[in-house]
């Protein structure tokens, strides 16, 4: 439900909506309702976004950064990717220039990760407001128009710049790679069921800046490892996004949105089965191609092949709270995987080259 100033204005457009029922029926920036059993809109008394300025809320919200989960999806993918790159480097690098490089990373995926949900609720309005999850979306329900989102969007990439400066100069042409997927990525949803596949490569191509803030080639000596990496990281997309979609299948369906949620359904466990082979397949040729040890194998390829089976046994697709609960959790416990045979085989290489 779109968020009114008084009582009386709130009537008037309960009353548009229920004689228009489509989004193109919108006038003085107050959407058509398509949910008018349900409460509307009112901005948090509880958490981070309740303590700030009331026109701060849609800004945050844009950002997500009341919601720590669809971080993880960013920034995941940077910290695999500065192990890895560490396994791979001719010298290891010390620790403390791995953990520079993923401090000066989290506020840069911070920003990253706001413009393009910037991005993606501007372009998804129209779809939001006939979704009950996503209906109270500031641009959804007319807190922010569509030029105010888009000036935001640019001030967020804008802001990030500067932290793109700490890193070598071949990182740059990566990052703008990855905004340009983010941004095409948000368009696919129109045109295909096949939308978390393109999802998959933004996410993905973080394994190539990491590669090259260590100064290598990310297609050079190790690119076999690399794109095993890659793709490793784009089925793990794949399967969580695919599962975090039956959230909304139902008004997904009705509101046109297409996902491979839809596309599948009822067999989404059999495909999620059959990427998370494809993605413990590709860890294992990562290994082998980068010439890792045992703890690599046992702890990344071993660790994520049992998240993997764990999650997607114990998810309920049929519950949306489940499937949202489990995005969140996910990370942490396939997340956890990948980082632990990488952060050995580094350990190991390490102190190997300081003995």
């Known amino acids: 439900m779109t968020e009114v100033p008084s009582s009386q204005a709130s009537k008037r457009s309960t009353a548009r ?51 720590p989960a669809g971080f993880y999806a960013f920034y995941f993918p940077y910290l695999i990717g500065i192990m890895y790159s560490a396994c791979i480097s001719p010298v290891p690098p010390p620790p403390t220039t791995l953990l520079a490089l993923a401090a000066v990373m989290f506020p840069l995926n911070i920003l990253l990760r706001g413009a393009a949900c910037s991005w993606n609720d501007n372009v998804d309005q129209d779809f939001d407001r006939r979704v009950e999850r996503c209906r109270h979306r500031p641009v959804a329900r007319g807190a922010i ?44 949803k129109r045109v295909t069921y096949y939308p978390q596949v393109f999802l998959g490569f933004p996410f ?61 359904k009822d067999r989404t466990k059999l495909l999620a089965s059959l990427l998370a082979i494809g993605q413990t397949g590709l860890l294992a040729l990562c290994g082998l191609w980068a010439g890792f040890g045992g703890i690599y194998f046992v702890g990344t390829v071993g660790g994520v092949a049992i998240a993997m089976a764990y999650y997607i046994y114990k998810v309920d697709l049929k519950r949306p709270e489940s499937c949202g609960g489990w995005f969140h959790n996910q990370f942490w416990s396939v997340g956890a995987g990948f980082m632990a045979g990488l952060t050995g085989e580094y350990a190991i290489r390490l102190m190997a080259y300081t003995a």
């Open 204 to 264: 993905a191509w973080a394994i190539l800046f990491c590669v090259a803030a260590l100064d290598m080639e990310p297609l050079g000596k190790h690119i076999a490892s690399t794109l095993a990496l890659c793709g490793a990281n784009i089925f793990w997309t794949i399967t969580y996004d695919t599962i975090y979609a039956h959230q909304d299948i139902a008004d997904d369906e009705k509101a046109g949105v297409k996902s491979m949620a839809l596309r599948f």
């Open 145 to 188: 128009t569509t030029a105010e989102t888009h000036v935001f969007t640019l001030a967020q990439l804008a802001a990030g710049y500067p932290i793109l400066l700490f890193f070598p100069k071949p990182c740059v042409p990566h990052m703008l790679v990855t905004v340009i997927l983010f941004a095409v990525y948000a368009l696919m």
């Open 17 to 67: 909506a229920a004689s228009k029922t489509t989004p193109e029926a919108v006038e003085d920036n107050n959407a058509a309702n398509f949910f008018p059993n349900l409460p509307p809109y009112s901005d948090p008394r509880t958490g981070l976004l309740s303590k700030l300025p009331p026109k701060w809320i849609p800004y945050a919200q844009l950002m997500r950064i009341d919601r």
